[in-house]
């Protein structure tokens, strides 16, 4: 929250493409009025990878650069290693992730675990947002929520925790960390 800025707002966004050139318009109520801030901006390269850039105003006076790039999708496999905080064991458990990710950003799954009690497998549906994404097996109570590691690209940190009324560890949680990277790779 910034200032006098509500908590929760409703915006709309609006945008044309012109040739590789970009505007995009969005308006938003705040305590000082409406305000709207348009972008301006075009690729920088034209790779698979594209990434926007361009300068914004808006018409309560600020300006600047803005950056955008596209995020490739969650799907693959998935592999690595987590602990339970409430009841840690003497080797961390192995998890093994394999996800689809859609359109809309929903991702499917399943995940083999070893050297766990809980659960030797999870049937897993969830979203993705950006690289962050939450996973869940309703039949088990496990949720899973995992956002990228800082400084390194194909690798993730993971919390989980398993609700009190769960089949299976009721009540247990942890963190961990998954990479799409082979361990052979050197």
Known sequence: MQGDDRLAASITPAGTVSGANVKITVSFPTAAGADTVSMVGSPTNTTTDITLAGTYTDTQGDAGIWSGSTVPFLSGGYSGRF???????????????????????????????????????????????????RLTDAANKVRIIAVPATNTAGNWNFTYNIDPTAPNCAGDFGRGFVSNQSPWNY
């Not at 339970?84 to 990710?101: F, G, N």
């Not at 549906?125 to 950006?130: E, F, I, K, V």
Request: hydrophobic residues 40%.
């Open 83 to 133: 602990q339970s905080t409430a009841h840690p064991l003497p080797i961390a458990s192995s998890i093994s992730l394999a996800v689809t990710q859609d359109g809309s950003f929903n991702l499917t799954g399943t995940a083999m675990i070893t050297s766990w009690p809980c659960n030797g497998s999870l049937t897993l549906s969830g979203q993705a947002l950006g690289q962050a994404f």
